[in-house]
């Protein structure tokens, strides 16, 4: 079974408008964190904003912000105010297990890819 | 955010030969690092756990012995692709966890290598 789903293969958006990417995982650990990358057409990954499954509040990084609903194991990312230079691949990943244990390998989801016009 | 830099960004070898990647934190000291293979279009694939004076932690189905990773010091992990063949033509990408368990980690830029 897909440990992270990330459903929309791709998505559209206007400039300035919000946009949410979806993401739902499936773990039995307690204590696991999510992540959203960013993968531009330059192939680098871009760390965007991290989410502990402990954390009560939502994450926020300037302009994105994830939406943790953690009873429907979801975390979706919503970018506010689309910029151009949004567009990209988004990806998804979990990481099991707290942070204080080794086991700290990223499972990626399948990314979704967002295409922001003028 | 961290820094962390790939070397070459771009291979192109001939079959049979063996290719080394580099994989630095410029501005952290990284006791683990990982290396990961794209496929075009698809997601990123962990292959090995490299840990700073130990051994590699390699994923099933990973050869070893083909895909063979130092991690020599805290700043620098290497990917050696030996005897490389058309299909292991890929983009390779490594990550450095910023501090101790639990940390971000942080993507270099990428490694795209061709074998012709």
């Known amino acids: 079974a897909q440990k992270i789903t990330q459903t929309q293969p791709g998505m559209f958006v206007q400039e300035k408008e919000a946009v949410t990417l979806d993401c739902t995982y499936d773990?039995?650990?307690?204590?696991?964190?999510l992540f959203w990358y960013k993968q531009p057409s330059s192939g680098e990954m871009i760390f965007l904003i991290y989410?502990?499954?402990?954390?009560?509040q939502n994450a926020t990084e300037g302009r994105y912000s994830l939406n943790f609903q953690k009873a429907r194991k979801s975390a979706n990312l919503v970018i506010s105010a689309s910029q151009l230079g949004d567009s990209a691949m988004y990806f998804c990943?979990?990481?099991?297990?707290?942070?204080?244990?080794?086991?700290?390998?990223?499972?990626f989801g399948t990314g979704t890819r967002l295409l922001v016009s003028p | 955010g961290a820094v962390v830099s790939q070397h070459p960004s771009r291979v192109i070898c001939k079959s049979g030969t063996s290719v080394k990647i580099e994989c630095r934190s410029l501005?952290?000291?990284?006791?683990?690092m990982f290396w990961y293979r794209q496929f075009p279009k698809q997601s990123l694939m962990l292959m090995a756990t490299?840990?700073?004076?130990?051994?590699?932690?390699?994923e099933q189905g990973v050869e070893k012995d083909k895909f063979l990773i130092n991690h020599a010091s805290l700043t620098l992990s290497t990917l050696t692709v030996t005897s490389a063949h058309p299909e292991d033509s890929s983009f390779y990408i490594c990550?450095?966890?910023?501090?101790?368990?639990?940390?971000?980690?942080?993507f270099g830029p990428g490694t795209r290598l061709t074998v012709l």
């Open positions: 490299s840990n700073e004076g130990s051994k590699a932690t390699y």
């Open positions: 501005d952290f000291q990284a006791t683990t």
């Open positions: 773990t039995s650990d307690q204590s696991y964190g």
């Open positions: 989410q502990g499954s402990y954390d009560e």
């Open positions: 990550s450095a966890r910023r501090g101790l368990a639990g940390g971000t980690q942080f």
């Open positions: 990943a979990m990481r099991e297990g707290g942070r204080n244990t080794g086991f700290q390998k990223l499972v």
